[in-house]
T-cell receptor
Framework: AQSVTQLGSHVSVSEGALVLLRCNYSSSVPPYLFWYVQYPNQGLQLLLK??????LVKGINGFEAEFKKSETSFHLTKPSAHMSDAAEYFC????????????FGSGTRLSIRP | EAGVTQFPSHSVIEKGQTVTLRCDPI?????LYWYRRVMGKEIKFLLHFVKESKQDESGMPNNRFLAERTGGTYSTLKVQPAELEDSGVYFC??????????????FGPGTRLTVT
């Protein structure tokens, strides 16, 4: 069975500071990993995804994540936070190249302090 | 190209009433999914259609929930009768096979259901 754990339901950083949102996964098959973002009053938007190949993946809005198999982690980072990054972020996993369901983490709400 | 659309955006009903949510996937997407997020919890899978057939309905909570996908196009999710614990945001997503051999699910904006 697959599962996702996001550490910290709420993270607050200052504008311009590093953003680090933690995600660990469990999967018995090679995983496909995702980060989704939900801005206030909007739907889920894909930030980035890891399927195969390069373990450091870059997404939209300056975010990136690194797949570390040995640590079963897929942490999301951004070097310098912007006020517009305030949103809820979801780490997710699915089974490889299958069209099967996505398993989501519980979400991390990111707040940005001026 | 239009994204996944959902209707209504909000619905407030009383316990015991019936509500029907609609999802229009991206044109040409054979896969359609329903998820929901109950207050404060994680987003959970409900079911997956491939065209008009239910591929996986392991996440449907009980028989008060009925999903259909007429002709393999849009889908409806009916809750009858609604209970308080059904309140939450219901998301729809659709996907198709990408050139690299993977699938990417595109999500709609969700329907916020409040049962009072």
């Amino acid at each position: 069975a697959q599962s996702v754990t996001q550490l910290g339901s709420h993270v607050s950083v200052s504008e311009g500071a590093l953003v680090l949102l933690r995600c660990n996964y469990s999967s018995s098959v090679p995983p496909y990993l995702f980060w989704y973002v939900q801005y206030p009053n909007q739907g889920l938007q894909l930030l980035l995804k890891y399927t195969t190949g390069a373990t450091l993946v870059k997404g939209i809005n300056g975010f990136e994540a690194e797949f570390k198999k040995s640590e079963t982690s897929f942490h999301l980072t951004k070097p310098s936070a912007h006020m517009s990054d305030a949103a809820e972020y979801f780490c997710a996993v699915t089974q490889g190249s299958s069209a099967s369901k996505i398993i989501f983490g519980s979400g991390t709400r990111l707040s940005i302090r001026p | 190209e239009a994204g996944v659309t959902q209707f209504p955006s909000h619905s407030v009903i009383e316990k015991g009433q019936t509500v029907t949510l609609r999802c229009d996937p991206i044109s040409g997407h054979d896969n359609l999914y329903w998820y929901r997020r109950v207050m404060g919890k994680e987003i959970k899978f409900l079911l997956h259609f491939v065209k008009e057939s239910k591929q996986d309905e392991s996440g449907m909570p009980n028989n008060r929930f009925l999903a259909e996908r007429t002709g393999g196009t849009y889908s409806t999710l009916k809750v009858q009768p609604a209970e308080l614990e059904d309140s939450g945001v219901y998301f729809c997503a659709s996907s198709q096979l990408l050139a690299g051999g993977s699938y990417e699910q595109y999500f709609g904006p969700g329907t916020r259901l409040t049962v009072t």
